[in-house]
């Protein structure tokens, strides 16, 4: 079994800046890209940033130059961060952590991974 646990939960002033964190835990052999999708109300859910096993990363236009994606393993952890600066109040959303992971066991496989989303109100 593989788990994906988003923090960061947050109400943040326009302007301010607000980091996420995922851990993805569980029979992980290695994890292939991690990644940030938003949805806000009434929009489709969007890619924000990826990150790949070599570390190439690809943003939303719109965040370029203002959110970071990084990942690390932390103790049995892989982990995957965004750091968000400059928020808007059109970013208020809930954002999800997602991530392709090669599963170990008797059988391994790839597949596809969600967190459960945490929520993001940039308001003043």
């Known amino acids: 079994q593989v788990q994906l646990v988003e923090s960061g939960v947050g109400l943040v002033q326009p302007g301010g800046s607000l980091r996420l964190s995922c851990a993805a835990s569980?029979?992980?052999?290695?994890?292939?890209?991690m990644g940030w999708y938003r949805q806000a109300p009434v929009k489709d859910r969007e890619l924000v940033a990826v990150?790949?096993?070599?570390?190439?990363?690809?943003?939303l236009d719109s965040v370029k130059g203002r959110f970071t994606i990084s990942r690390a393993r932390d103790n049995n952890n892989n982990m995957v961060y965004l750091q968000m600066n400059s928020l808007a109040p059109e970013e208020t959303a809930v954002y999800y952590c997602?991530?392709?992971?090669?599963?170990?066991?008797?059988?391994?496989?790839?597949?596809?991974?969600w967190g459960k989303g945490t929520q993001v109100t940039v308001s003043s």
């Open positions: 990150i790949t096993s070599g570390d190439s990363k690809e943003y």
């Open positions: 569980g029979s992980i052999l290695s994890t292939n890209r």
């Open positions: 997602n991530a392709v992971i090669l599963v170990g066991g008797l059988i391994q496989y790839i597949n596809d991974y």
